[in-house]
């Protein structure tokens, strides 16, 4: 009778650990693999709903080798700050839209009419759940960054050439503070900069021709508290001096001079480009 009760209680045990690991299945689970992340880009940037337009800039972009080098996953939780048009989000979203979740931070519609025209044109862009799944619009902007995202639920953040634009409204401490706050332990942020070279002195304007230098970039965020974990080198251009008469918008896609000195600047080629991955202290 001991034996047999014995084996009762065992069988019981077993049963009610099998639950307990059910139940946590999702925390327990492992992550997806680097092999899958690449498969869900790959299938994502050869999406037909790309644009032969967007489809050109992926040779300046590289957008599956940049997205891997900040740990993309394709169940993760990322957020993308200021997806202005959606370049990345026709292609993160895509990828997310099964077993992750994409959301995109967008310029606050309440901060102009210009802004709230956006967020609209935004909304209609992306709004077939077939393709892109149902993506997450918060706001971003002065007051409200920290509403990004819920504190500690995020595992990845990417800004891609928008630091230029914080750094020039006085907006980077805030939000960088707002990355790190949104980010899980041992979460990673990744940023695509237009890059100025160090040992020359910034363009003129606080907008610094949309070029920043990396020491910039990485002084904020060691501030708000993150850690440089790599560089890379993706989307280097040593084509681009960073030095133009009307800063990183004389080259294309913008052209900024229009016919004048067309072709030299369509042979430079996109901007010089730092890329660079941080995280978040695990504890």
Known sequence: MRRTARRSWVRVAVGITAVVLGAGSALARPRASEAEAAAALE?????????????????????????????????????????????????LAPALKDRGRYIAAIANPAASPQAAKARDEFVARFSDPATFGHIGITRFGPGVMDTIAAP?????????????????????????RAFYTVLKPGGFLGIEQHRQREDRPNLPGPLQGGYVKESQVIALAQKAGFRLVARSEINANPKDTADWPDGVWTLPPTL???????????????SDRMTLLFQKPAS
């Open 43 to 91: 299938a994502a940037i050869n999406g037909p709903w790309r644009s032969a337009e967007n489809r050109a800039r992926d040779r300046y972009r590289h957008p599956k080798e940049t997205l891997l080098f900040f740990g993309f996953r394709p169940d993760m939780t990322v957020v993308e700050i200021l997806p202005a048009q959606g370049w990345y989000t026709e292609i």
């Open 152 to 176: 500690g639920s995020v595992d990845l953040v990417v800004t891609f050439r928008a630091l230029h634009g914080l750094i020039g409204r006085g907006l980077a401490d805030e939000a960088f």
């Open 256 to 270: 900024a001079l229009g016919e004048k000195d067309r072709d030299k600047y369509l042979a430079i080629g996109e």
